[in-house]
């Protein structure tokens, strides 16, 4: 599991926050720290009070798969191998191993017609499937996505959520503005102005925000299996 205990850190107070195995989302408005406890889930930050524990480990001693919300800026390399590539060569890893990770990761997200193209000449939804592809080159054991989907096209979104679905990644945690995709996480977490107001399984985070527009529309219309 992933424990936060008496975390502060710059608008966060969080004195206890188990994350188990499986997906969690984190929702909430704009401004209400979101993506200050994506970082320091991603272990970009430690916390400037209280600790964040992966299975009793500090996130440096973690796989860590991290993808923000302009994913195309952090794009190092000219071509798409290359870029997929650069975690296992950082690592040092042989190159058949290493061809054996991109074209795992590269499967895995659709993107294999792409390995020989210019990342400049992709667009900007290819983009972010190549880095969500070079963040599972390296096998994370947790992946920590950033609304790195808003971008995206209903079709596109759609083969994000089966490749991270088939990733096997034992931790996914992403904030995401789509209340449906929300719903369909294994546990939900509602921030506002920094604390966390309701955790828990999804049926249960939104039954609490039944009358806000947290709500997803598709349980509002009654079309899908919710609370
Ligand atoms: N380095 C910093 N020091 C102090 N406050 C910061 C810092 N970075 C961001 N903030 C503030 O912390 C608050 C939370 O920001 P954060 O980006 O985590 O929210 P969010 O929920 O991800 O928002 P959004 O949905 O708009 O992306 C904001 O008011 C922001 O201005």
């Given at each position: 599991m992933i424990a936060l205990t008496d975390v502060r850190h710059q608008i966060l107070a969080i004195p206890s926050l188990i994350l188990p195995e499986g997906t969690t989302a984190l929702i909430g408005?704009?401004?209400?720290g979101k993506s200050t406890l994506l970082s320091l889930l991603a272990g970009l930050h430690l916390p400037q009070e209280g600790s964040v524990r992966f299975d009793g480990r500090l996130p440096r001693e973690v796989e860590i798969g991290w993808v923000d919300?302009?994913?195309?800026?952090s794009i190092l390399f000219t071509c798409v191998f290359d870029e997929i590539a650069g975690p296992s060569r950082f690592a040092c890893l042989p190159c058949g191993e290493t061809e054996r990770r991109v074209g795992e990761a590269a499967t895995l997200v659709g993107?294999?017609?792409?390995?020989?193209?210019?990342?400049?000449?992709?667009s900007g939804g290819e983009r972010a499937l190549v880095a969500l592809a070079t963040a599972l080159s390296s096998r994370p054991e947790v992946l920590v996505l950033d609304?790195?989907?808003?971008?995206?096209d209903e079709e596109t979104a759609g083969e994000v959520e089966r490749a991270i679905g088939a990733c096997r990644c034992p931790y996914v945690v992403r904030c995401t503005q789509d209340m449906e995709a929300a719903s369909r996480a294994d546990m939900v977490v509602f921030l506002k102005e920094g604390s966390v107001v309701h955790a828990g399984p999804p049926a249960e985070v939104f039954l609490a925000l039944?009358?806000?527009?947290?709500?997803?529309d598709l349980w509002r219309c009654g079309r899908a299996g919710g609370a």
């Open positions: 408005p704009n401004g209400s919300e302009f994913p195309d800026q993107i294999e017609g792409l390995l020989t193209r210019t990342v400049r000449d992709l609304e790195f989907d808003s971008h995206l039944e009358k806000t527009c947290f709500y997803p």
